[in-house]
């Protein structure tokens, strides 16, 4: 079993990051249960979206204490919430943010990656929704879903211009990671 | 087929599938999806369905019984204070003996305001005269939606139906669902004909005043028939088995490794399944735990909850909901059901979780089993936080 906790402001598109992440799943013959769970219930409220993943139906219903996978779509939350509270010791931490942003000391075998997931959104989507560009660096970092696959997720959710754009920003997310991973840098520690 | 769906898009989608004549809902948290993608479908002419857009719950349900009286299948569904808003319609609906199926998308009541799931909204109208089943997981839910119109339209039967699934957790969770075809849907589920209708040709009246002398036998039909519905429970389960290949068994209770138990949990609901993987943690270890799930909360099935526990020494009840004042409502039932038999368990403890959305962890399951012991507690709360218990107040 494998859990992902995502975390963002309400509107921000983490239960579609969620949605997405659960049908890249599915279509990797895995039973995933993607959930939200709403703070405040009002637009930029912090909020919470999780992905629990197993290769039978999963029946545990809580919420992800102890994630495998964090998945932060607006690093502001981490000025006054612990965002990696409970990610296992071996756990990978997707941010998205800029390059020299401040990190929190990490375990030695956590991994982070800070992906500028909103330029790449800006410049493929035209709005600052780094969601896609996040799924695709999560694909690079963990190994855990095929690029292939969530770029036919992306073309079956969106249509037109979001479409082409949004699957542009799953490749630039996955590229950004896999250049680091190249360059020998398996993930930043704080 | 096998979908990764939404919970509330999936029941939207079995809904469309039974074809309902008339649709009528007021929008409500953690409700509103399913009767958005509802209306979006009868917008789209994908459901030829009447959707009766309303002001207010009340004239929700108010149109549900109107449309059900007139002889055409109907639905509607609700959470929380929508459905304490449609009570008293409620109440009618079962009186009148309308096959009306409705879902609730179990939520906390207000006050303080709550949004997030627990079950009192439903179990608050236990005594309305509807049957009330719990799902597990949104199969089931999808699932049910089709045993309820089987059962509700069942000629020996023509009782509404509640089919209650916990709000966010399944309304809002996705995960995979077999959405059943149409053809099989059909076969499984004829067209809806009536006992009886309202009809200009042939008049008839329904819901009329019922003095003295006549209004205790109305009262007295519904509860034989929810006694005798017991047995035809298990009856719709094999036919829905024979098309869909899923079997409920008698649909009644789940039972989850509680025969050689010696401590089990009887709950309701998606908690279910997280209390099934503590049970398999602990089996792993030697333990001999179980948990009794109830499907079937209207009508209660005494006898097998009876049969399942009778050899059980310890028994925690797990209620989403309390009766305030009183023992917590599931509670109840399971001490009614020993009272006076020869066999049952030692000690029969209740305890409460998950009120107003408080998440329930594998830690609360295994505080439960932890705090089942000799000593039997009542209405017990689970993961309270004491520091909000301290009372202030100005000089």
């Not at chain 1, 375990?107 to 992906?115: M, S, T």
């Not at chain 2, 209390?275 to 943690?281: H, Q």
Request: proline share 4%; glycine share 8%.
């Amino acid at each position: 079993m494998k859990e992902i906790r995502i975390h963002a402001r309400a509107g921000q598109g983490a239960i579609t990051t969620a949605a997405l992440l659960g049908f890249s799943y599915f279509n990797e013959g895995k039973y995933p249960y993607a959930f939200p769970n709403f703070g405040a219930a009002r637009m930029g409220a912090p909020m919470n979206a999780f992905v629990r993943v197993d290769t039978d139906p999963v029946r545990l219903r809580s919420q992800i204490y102890e994630p495998d996978y964090v998945i932060i779509v607006d690093p502001t939350l981490m000025r006054g919430y612990n965002c990696f509270s409970g990610l296992k010791d071996d756990g990978v931490a997707i941010i998205n943010g800029k390059e020299d942003m401040e990190l929190p000391k990490l375990k030695a075998k956590q991994r982070v990656f800070v992906v500028p997931a909103n330029e790449i959104a800006l410049k493929n989507i035209g709005r600052p929704l780094g969601n896609t560009a996040l799924i695709g660096a999560f694909a690079a970092a963990t190994g855990e879903l095929k690029l292939d696959n969530i770029i036919a997720v992306v073309k079956n959710r969106f249509k037109g211009k979001a479409q082409e754009g949004n699957i542009q920003a799953v490749k630039e997310g996955f590229e950004f990671v896999k250049n680091k991973l190249k360059a020998g840098l398996s993930g930043r520690q704080g | 087929m096998k979908e990764f769906v939404e919970g509330s898009h999936a029941i939207a989608e079995i809904i469309k599938a039974t074809q309902p004549g008339v649709i009528s809902a007021y929008p409500i948290t953690p409700q509103t999806h399913i009767v958005e993608d509802l209306a979006q479908m009868v917008a789209n002419k994908e459901l030829n369905s009447q959707f009766v857009n309303v002001e207010s719950e009340h004239s929700a349900a108010s149109v549900v019984l109107g449309g059900s009286a007139a002889g055409v299948r109907v639905y509607t569904a609700t959470s929380s204070q929508g459905l304490f808003y449609m009570q008293e319609v409620v109440f009618n609906i079962a009186g009148m003996r309308l096959p009306v199926v409705m879902t609730c998308a179990n939520r906390a009541i207000s006050a303080p305001i709550n949004i997030w799931n627990d079950q009192q909204d439903s179990i608050s109208l236990r005594d309305a005269g509807w049957f009330q089943v719990y799902a597990e997981d949104n199969q089931e839910a999808v699932d049910f939606h089709l045993i309820a119109y089987r059962l509700a339209e069942d000629k020996r039967v023509m009782l509404p139906v509640m089919v209650c699934m916990d709000g966010f957790i399944l309304t809002h969770g996705m995960e995979t669902v077999d959405i059943p075809e149409q053809e099989k849907v059909n076969k499984f589920l004829p067209a809806y004909k009536p006992l009886y209708k309202l009809d200009t040709a042939e008049p008839i009246s329904m819901g009329l005043l019922a003095d003295p002398d006549y209004y205790m036998e109305t009262r007295f039909a519904i509860q034989e028939t929810m006694k005798e519905s017991i047995g035809y429970l298990s009856g719709i389960s094999k036919e829905f088995n024979a098309v869909f290949g899923r079997d409920y068994k008698d649909l009644l209770v789940e039972e989850y490794q509680t025969k050689d138990a010696e401590k089990v949990i009887v709950a309701m609901g998606s908690v279910c399944g997280t209390i099934k993987e503590v049970v398999d943690e602990q089996r792993a270890k030697g333990k001999k735990v179980g948990l009794l799930r109830i499907i079937t909360y209207r009508p209660f099935p005494y006898a097998r909850v009876y049969e399942a526990l009778k050899n059980v020494p310890k028994v925690a009840v797990l209620d989403k909901a309390v009766s305030l004042g009183a023992y917590a409502p599931i509670a109840v039932e399971i001490k009614a059901a020993f009272y006076g038999k020869k066999k049952g368990p030692k000690v029969a403890s209740s305890f409460v979780a998950g009120l107003g959305g408080r998440d329930i962890t594998l830690e609360s399951i295994h505080e439960v089993f932890r705090r089942l012991t000799v000593k039997e507690v009542n209405s017990d709360f689970i993961d309270l936080k004491p520091e909000l218990l301290k009372e202030e107040y100005g000089e």
